[in-house]
């Protein structure tokens, strides 16, 4: 993911950072409030949840905070995306061993806050210069009028390629799922590379497939799900015909890991994936020449081109006991000279439109791509049971990718779990 973001993404370490334990106390410690007479002061915990060849960055910016307040100790944590989730849910509602500030995925902003475990920002000093931030980056931090996090990047799916196998194939960059099956046959001819890696144990990768035939999980403002109608149906279809036909080759589980050897490798030509793996994918041996990784817009349906809006936010615990230097800490981790810092360093999309008016962020490769994809991204819709649509999804994506259900009985199957889900949705 963004997500996934990051969605798929699992990082190897489950603790990195300055002298950490699992259950190190969220919260100030020895520092109190953390404001003895009025300078900032004690240990601030923050849980990043960026990937393996970001966290080096992210734990760098973020003891960048102690040289602005010396009496202040950051304590890193790097804890892998896929556990994120549920070890905040088990430290915040156990009361023990919450972090003061996580970087939390977009889709879990309105959960957490449903569960009252992050503390409103609103009128704090975390929230600064909210006018600076794009406004759909904005749209994932509130939930019932209230505003509980800081956005910090923001992402959408783009199609990676390989310049290299497709120009020896002789085949332009699909603009359609259907362009791409229908190139994958000259593809495998011409450079024995398989034309696409479908990422099959992901929900989040489904998405395009389902805004690609104008279709949605639920829409939110009506209350009505409509996951199970005929543009699900038809996504299901689309990733199922494009495996079967060879076109696309795919995996129930690691679906991050091999995607990326897959692309590296050069034994496919062509992967959806966000920012966040622009410089893991230019590591492998078919990128040695950097120029070789293209990056367009996601392949369109039969009716619109779509993909999911993504992206991280900070946020504070409830519980935090140190909420002055959490507080701080948000403001300096979402400041424009740190979201310059992780654009320039890891080719991140930033939340604030101020940095992208700067030289070194405005002529990024990637910023060229990815900004104008993510003015046109989907936004997803933001509630608590936001982030829980998805595991209907990646059950049903499983089902239909083996055999054991077709299209329709998928998108039906997806559409009972949501009204279960949501009591009072259609």
Not at 1 to 8: L, N, S
Not at 201 to 220: I, K, Q, R, S, T
Not at 402 to 421: I, M, Q, S, V
Request: net charge neutral; glycine share 10%; hydrophobic share 40%.
């Amino acid at each position: 993911m963004t997500g996934p973001a990051r969605r798929g993404v699992a990082a190897t370490a489950l603790v990195a950072g300055l002298a950490l334990v699992a259950t190190a106390c969220g919260g100030g410690g020895d520092g109190g409030n953390g404001n003895s007479g009025g300078e900032l002061s004690g240990t601030v915990t923050f849980w990043d949840t960026s990937n393996d060849a970001e966290k080096a960055t992210y734990r760098k910016l973020a003891e960048g905070f102690q040289k602005k307040h010396p009496k202040v100790r950051v304590q890193y944590v790097n804890v892998p995306f896929g556990e994120a989730n549920a070890k905040f849910k088990n430290a915040a509602g156990g009361n023990s061993g919450a972090p003061d500030v996580m970087r939390t995925e977009v889709a879990w902003t309105a959960d957490f806050a449903n569960l009252g475990y992050l503390a409103p920002l609103d009128g704090t000093p975390a929230l600064d210069k909210t006018e600076d931030y794009l406004p759909q980056a904005l749209g994932s931090t509130k939930f019932k009028g209230k505003t509980y996090a800081a956005p910090q990047v923001i992402d959408t799916l783009g199609l990676f390629y390989n310049k290299k196998i497709l120009k020896d194939a002789g085949v332009e960059v699909p603009k359609t799922f259907a362009e791409l099956a229908t190139a994958a046959e000259k593809i495998k001819a011409k450079t024995g590379a398989t034309a696409l890696y479908l990422r099959g144990d992901d929900p989040y990768w489904f998405l395009p497939y389902l805004y690609g035939e104008g279709g949605d999980m639920v829409n939110a403002r009506d209350k009505v799900v409509e996951i199970d109608d005929e543009a699900g149906v038809k996504a299901f279809k689309t990733i199922k015909d494009l495996v079967d036909s060879k076109a696309a080759i795919t995996d129930a589980t690691d679906g991050h890991e091999n995607q990326l050897k897959a692309l590296k490798d050069g034994t496919v030509a062509m992967a959806i994936d966000g920012p966040w793996d622009i410089e893991a994918a230019r590591a492998g041996k078919a990128f040695k020449d950097k120029r070789n990784l293209g990056v367009a817009p996601v392949p369109g349906g039969s009716r619109a081109h779509g993909s999911p809006q993504g992206g991280w936010n900070l946020s504070v615990y409830a519980g935090s006991a140190n909420l002055p230097a959490a507080y701080e800490f948000v403001k300096y981790m979402s400041s424009a000279a740190v979201q310059q810092q992780t654009t320039e360093q890891l080719s991140l999309l930033p939340t604030r439109t101020s940095v992208y008016d700067l030289p070194a962020v405005r002529k990024n490769e990637m910023v060229t791509f990815f900004k104008p994809a993510v003015n046109g991204a989907v936004q997803r819709p933001w509630i608590a049971e936001g982030n829980s649509l998805f595991e209907p999804v990646k059950v049903q994506m499983n089902k239909v990718l083996t055999g054991a259900a077709t299209p329709e009985e998928a998108a039906k199957a997806t559409g009972d779990a949501y009204r279960k889900l949501l009591k009072d949705y259609k």
